[in-house]
């Protein structure tokens, strides 16, 4: 896995580095406010202010029904969880194998894992019919003398993400750390007061260097399995139901999968943006496209094997339910999102056999988006086709999401995105030590050599 | 007692429905398919009994009708010769209920008389329940609902008014059976007898189809009816043990 940094990339000093990075801070240009003024009001728009009328009207607003009690909300909740996943997993797994590769993007992708997370434990408040109870799903001591129900895949599902929130701020916290501190030193006011409480005095010292990559490298090791048991745990939601076509012991690979996947997609779109309206264009190269690439390209053909294994283990069960929710899957209300979901994640992906399609941008970032688009049916499809057809005929109906529902999806991308805004602000969103690591140590400059010294 | 044989001992208990190891009542219902006409009696009476929400044409044509008991059609065959069959559908009171299992909150457990209970107050509308139950009887509340004048004046004070974004469903007439409870101890502490409680749907059945009682009660008419030969239970292949047995129609 070891893999050089191409020279041409790095034909630059360690101060080209810290004056680019530490620019994209200090720097705020009007496109900047322009933009966070735009997702800002986007999101109390189109994510907040529908919200707060659904909190006041009751759950009516959304478009869900009987038997469809759930829909969008949770598609988009597993959706973001499944973005968040990629960031951090690929950042741990990377700095495991030692892909120097990793260094230029790994900061914006553990920050994508983050946000996704608020955003996806946002959608679990609008998900639920009283939010302002939500906090009876958490284990604390009460006057009640009521302790949530352990045996829930729900109450599963506090704890991990609870636990995967808490480790990923950690874990790009810590990374963040000497970063912080050379902006401390380069800054000024009251940016330099925030920084240095942020670097909590971070000096660089060779035993703080050390100490920081055992912690790191411990911490790379505890995410990847709690990285892999949050999605595995979401997809006990459904899995555990006896619901015919989600209680599947395939779930949990099928959701982890899927969360990586489109998370390697989430990284290739927010690369992309970053490249272009940062000016890390010597960052962020063809290289990180094309091995993003390929390991899209791996991921889409597990994804393939995957959603052909569900449809199998369906047929195969010879039972009726599970003939009448596989036959409406392929061709009942919703099939037409079924064939488009299987053209966007398992056909259109077979172009990045093609290495000059991998290391074309622009297709790239369409592709990209096109996985995330047909990732997100996928969500909808598995809460909407199987519960639309369950075990009693006479309970059988669609669900159709309601202007409400789309409007609270579109605006959570708004959400995501003032939060990445904010963000880059404050975050030095290039690792900018682990970019150093990756270049030729600068010969020093060449004062009065020693005495002594060969030349 | 070893440590191993007492975790043992919790972990089995621990796997019974509800955690009892015996219920002190078990009540049970039987729908004599035979005998039921679709006459939709039992619904009407259930609504009135239990402050069922009216939510107006538009709403159930979102599909989002609020009835604990429904009547299901089942149409077999084409127009001349076509056949209707009914079955009257409410919750099962499953004694293993995949929905106690998945409530975050334990708003939905099982009680010592064997009822699968909603406590409305603890539910936090994840709605995971109506999701996990195969017999698609939860019914979420969408809205704060309202009774238009006058049929608030109809309301039954012995029921909780459910708000907007809570669970509910049949509870086998809990508030009557409680009743029942209060007046058999106030009455030398006796045990409820055989007819001395009835759901609104039992007692509104005109042709009796529906059978009502406490089935560790081998003397009960309910017993006796849960035993015929025509017994069986809705998708019982689900392990659900459900307490409400269907006698099944026989064709002449
Ligand atoms: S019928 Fe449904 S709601 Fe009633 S106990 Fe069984 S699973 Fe729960
Ligand atoms: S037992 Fe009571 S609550 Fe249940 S369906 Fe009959 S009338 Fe309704």
Not at chain 1, 39 to 44: H, I
Not at chain 2, 127 to 149: G, L, T
């Amino acid at each position: 896995m070891h893999r050089p940094m191409t020279t041409e990339t790095f034909k630059l000093g360690y101060n080209d580095i810290h004056d680019d990075v530490i620019r994209s801070i200090v720097k705020t240009g009007p496109k900047y406010y322009i933009a966070l003024a735009t997702a800002g009001g986007t999101t109390l728009l189109c994510f907040f202010f529908p919200w707060f009328y659904q909190l006041y009207y009751g759950i009516g607003a959304a478009g869900m029904n009987h038997p469809g009690v759930w829909g969008t909300y949770l598609a988009s909740f597993i959706f973001w969880i499944g973005l968040s996943h990629s960031g951090t997993l690929l950042s741990c797994v990377l700095h495991l194998t030692n892909s120097s590769w990793r260094k230029a993007m790994y900061r914006s992708a553990e920050a994508m894992t983050l946000f996704s997370l608020v955003v996806a434990a946002t959608y679990v408040m609008v998900h639920v019919g009283r939010p302002w109870f939500i906090h009876w799903a958490v284990p604390y001591p009460n006057q009640m003398e009521l302790w949530p129900n352990f045996r829930s895949p729900l109450m599963f599902d506090v704890m991990a993400i609870a636990t995967y929130i808490t480790g990923s701020t950690i874990f790009i916290y810590m990374g963040s750390i000497p970063d912080f501190a050379a902006v401390r030193d380069r800054t000024s006011g009251w940016r330099n007061t925030m920084y240095t409480l942020l670097s909590l005095g971070w000096r660089g010292t060779d035993k703080e260097w050390h100490r920081l990559h055992w912690a790191y490298t411990f911490l790379a090791v505890l995410i990847i399995p709690l990285a892999v048991s949050v999605h595995s745990i979401v997809s006990w939601d459904f899995a555990m139901s006896i619901v015919p076509s989600l209680h599947q012991t395939i779930f949990a690979p099928y959701f982890v999968v899927g969360a990586i996947y489109s998370g390697t997609a989430g990284i290739v779109t927010v690369m992309f943006v970053l490249r272009k309206s940062m000016g890390f264009e010597q960052y962020i190269t063809k290289l990180h496209f094309d091995n993003l690439g390929k390991l899209l390209l791996v991921l889409s053909l597990i994804w393939t094997y995957i959603n052909g294994v569900e449809l199998f283990t369906a047929w195969y069960s010879g039972t009726s339910e599970e003939y009448e929710a596989l036959n409406y899957k392929l061709f009942g209300y919703y099939s037409w999102l079924y064939w488009e979901m299987i053209i966007f994640c398992a056909v259109l992906p077979m172009l990045m056999f093609s290495t000059r399609f991998r290391t074309s941008f622009v297709p790239m970032l369409i592709l990209s988006i096109a996985i995330n688009i047909g990732m997100y049916t996928e969500r909808f499809l598995i809460i909407a086709t199987s519960l639309s057809r369950q075990y009693l005929p006479d309970a059988w109906g669609t669900y159709v999401p309601s202007p409400v529902e789309i409007s609270i999806m579109l605006g959570s991308f708004a959400l995501f995105t003032t939060l990445f805004l904010v963000f880059v602000k404050i975050f030095p969103s290039v690792s900018m030590y682990e970019v150093k690591e990756t270049m030729a140590t600068p010969k020093m400059e060449p004062a009065a050599p020693a005495a002594g010294s060969p030349a | 007692m070893s440590l191993f044989s007492r975790f043992m001992d919790g972990w089995r208990k621990y796997r019974k429905p509800g955690y009892y190891d015996e219920f002190d009542y078990h009540w049970t219902m039987t729908i004599d398919l035979d005998k039921c006409t679709g006459c939709e009696a039992c619904v009407t009476a259930c609504q009135a009994e239990n402050n069922i929400p009216i939510v107006g044409e538009e709403e159930i044509a979102k599909g989002r009708e609020m009835q604990w008991i429904r009547v299901e059609r089942y149409w077999e065959g084409e127009y001349p010769n076509a056949k209707l069959s009914f079955i009257p559908m409410m919750c099962q009171h499953c004694d293993a209920a995949p929905c106690e299992t998945v409530c975050p909150v334990g708003a939905t457990y099982h009680n010592q008389d064997g009822l699968n209970t909603q406590i409305y107050n603890r539910c936090i509308g994840t709605r995971a329940c109506a999701v996990y139950c195969p017999y698609e009887v939860r019914y979420f509340n969408y809205y704060d609902h309202e009774w238009d004048s006058p049929l608030e004046q109809q309301l039954n004070p012995e029921v909780t008014v459910r708000g907007k974004g809570v669970m509910e469903k049949c509870t086998f007439c809990i508030q009557r059976i409680r009743e029942a409870k209060d007046v058999a101890k106030d009455d030398d502490r006796r045990r409820v007898q055989d007819g001395d409680v009835q759901p609104a749907c039992v007692q509104s059945c005109p042709s009796k189809a529906l059978v009502f009682g406490d089935r560790k009660d081998t003397e009960s008419q309910v017993y006796q009816s849960m035993n015929d030969p025509r017994n069986y239970r809705v998708l019982d292949e689900l392990n659900t043990d459900s307490s409400v047995f269907y006698l099944k129609k026989v064709d002449a």
